[in-house]
């Protein structure tokens, strides 16, 4: 069983920073490809950025890249998205989610096998 807890959700400005982090309760979280998705209101979930198990390599949404930066420390259990220049659109309950298996030809469409409980994140225009 994998237990995910996100922090560092919050209000911010147009164009500020966020970052968001993610701690796994596991023992062998370097086995688990790592993601973060996200839900607006009203809209159905959206895939933002996945890091595989060593952090090597690494696949964002056209929405985010280039702004956001998905990373992971796997001697910390901890996997975080550095949010930078942050729009209104960009407002969601953000999930850090782990994958047992994953198919890197098709990241964006992995099945996550555990899920967080969220965390909002609020920009303001």
């Known amino acids: 069983q994998v237990q995910l807890v996100e922090s560092g959700g919050g209000l911010v400005q147009v164009g500020g920073s966020l970052r968001l982090s993610c701690a796994a309760s596991?023992?062998?979280?370097?086995?688990?490809?790592m993601g973060w998705v996200r839900q607006a209101p009203g809209k159905e979930r959206e895939f933002v950025a996945v890091?595989?198990?060593?952090?090597?390599?690494?696949h964002y949404a056209d929405s985010i890249q280039g702004r956001f930066t998905i990373s992971r420390d796997n001697a910390k259990n901890s996997m975080y998205l550095q949010m930078n220049s942050l729009k209104p659109e960009d407002t969601a309950v953000y999930y850090c989610?782990?994958?047992?298996?994953?198919?890197?030809?098709?990241?964006?469409?992995?099945?996550?096998?555990?899920w967080g409980q969220g965390t909002q994140v609020t920009v303001s225009s």
């Open positions: 596991v023992r062998t979280f370097s086995s688990y490809v």
């Open positions: 890091i595989s198990w060593s952090g090597g390599r690494t």
């Open positions: 989610a782990a994958a047992a298996r994953a198919n890197w030809s098709n990241v964006p469409a992995l099945n996550y096998d555990y």
